[in-house]
């Protein structure tokens, strides 16, 4: 890295990175992982809210870099929290690697910036973490990294409870015995790309990739707002109720009584999904297959 910032003012010798850097190592034995928020600065007040609450509460180390024009950015330390403050994109991989703890599995929670750099992350990182707001580009450059570290992503982290509920519903028979007749798959909602991955792992886990015919509607409000599978007089729906913190579902097959429920949504919040990240060390094969399967189905765009 640069050398602009100089020497600490109390004499010490050493700037204020290197200070971070033989700090990082105190109380390691206590922790499980170190979590590198990265982004534009607009991008990392809510990561910046996460991680400190995080710290606070779980066994983690909390590293904050926000994007700017320092080599040697003006740093924040405290036992579990680093903070730098606007430092040159063409050092991020110095930094996570001066930062970063051996002793400990490293996820960065990728917040935005130029996608060539995740390709330098990818050999530092045990584990990825993408969140972004227009995620094609992202997800195009973090296909070919698959083999190298382990990827996550916060919209198929917000898809688990959809997943789940659409999985129990194959716990049935006659849906089981159904479901090669599906042949349409409406999904509405303010997220496409979410609804987008949610089709993918779905047409995926059925096989009915080529025959499904899929709609992805567009609307205001709640990411995902209605799922509904079928073949017009055998229907699968998850509906997600006014309240918001619920869903509706029902099962409408042939030889099946109809069946309705609501169900928890469970905490959505953005502190509960990272926590729930954490959790997952390996590869995630499904969330892989289905980027896969966006990517290609969305190759000839921009």
């Known amino acids: 890295m640069g050398t602009e910032g100089g020497r600490r003012?109390?004499?010490?010798?050493?700037?204020?990175?290197?200070?971070?850097?033989?700090?990082?190592?105190?109380?390691?034995?206590?922790?499980?992982?170190?979590?590198?928020?990265?982004?534009?600065?607009?991008?990392?007040?809510?990561?910046?809210?996460?991680?400190?609450?995080?710290?606070?509460?779980?066994?983690?180390?909390?590293?904050?870099?926000?994007?700017?024009t320092h080599a040697e950015p003006p740093t924040r330390t405290s036992e579990r929290f680093v903070t730098l403050d606007g430092l040159r994109p063409e050092y991020i991989n110095n930094a996570v690697a001066a930062l970063r703890l051996?002793?400990?599995?490293?996820?960065?929670?990728?917040?935005?910036?130029?996608?060539?750099?995740?390709?330098?992350?990818?050999?530092?990182?045990?584990?990825?973490?993408?969140?972004?707001?227009?995620?094609?580009?992202?997800?195009?450059?973090?296909?070919?990294l698959v083999e190298r570290t382990s990827l996550g992503d916060l919209r198929w982290t917000r898809l688990t409870r959809w997943r789940a509920l659409m999985a129990h519903f194959f716990d049935i028979a006659e849906v089981r015995a159904a479901a090669p007749l599906f042949h349409r798959l409406d999904i509405t909602g303010a997220d496409l790309p979410a609804a987008g991955l949610f089709a993918a792992w779905l047409t995926g886990a059925l096989q009915t990739s080529e025959r499904m015919h899929v709609d992805l509607q567009r609307t205001t409000g709640a990411p995902i707002q209605r799922i509904r599978v079928g073949n017009g007089r055998e229907e699968l729906m998850l509906e997600l109720a006014p309240n918001g913190t619920c869903v509706h579902t029902a099962a409408h097959v042939e030889g099946h009584a109809r069946a309705h429920r609501t169900v928890s949504l469970g905490d959505q919040s953005t502190t509960a999904l990272l926590a729930e990240e954490l959790r997952i060390r390996s590869r995630d094969a499904a969330f892989e297959a289905a980027l896969r399967r966006v990517v290609e189905a969305r190759s000839d765009e921009t």
Do not use: H
Request: glycine share 12%; no cysteine; proline share 7%.
């Open 102 to 144: 051996s002793s400990l599995p490293s996820i960065v929670w990728w917040r935005g910036g130029d996608e060539a750099d995740l390709e330098g992350l990818a050999a530092l990182a045990d584990r990825i973490i993408l969140d972004v707001e227009e995620p094609l580009p992202v997800w195009r450059a973090a296909v070919p």
């Open 9 to 68: 003012a109390d004499g010490g010798g050493r700037t204020e990175m290197e200070n971070a850097v033989n700090d990082a190592g105190a109380g390691a034995q206590a922790l499980t992982a170190t979590v590198i928020a990265v982004g534009p600065p607009g991008r990392l007040d809510d990561p910046a809210a996460t991680l400190g609450q995080l710290t606070s509460t779980a066994a983690i180390r909390g590293i904050l870099i926000r994007y700017g």
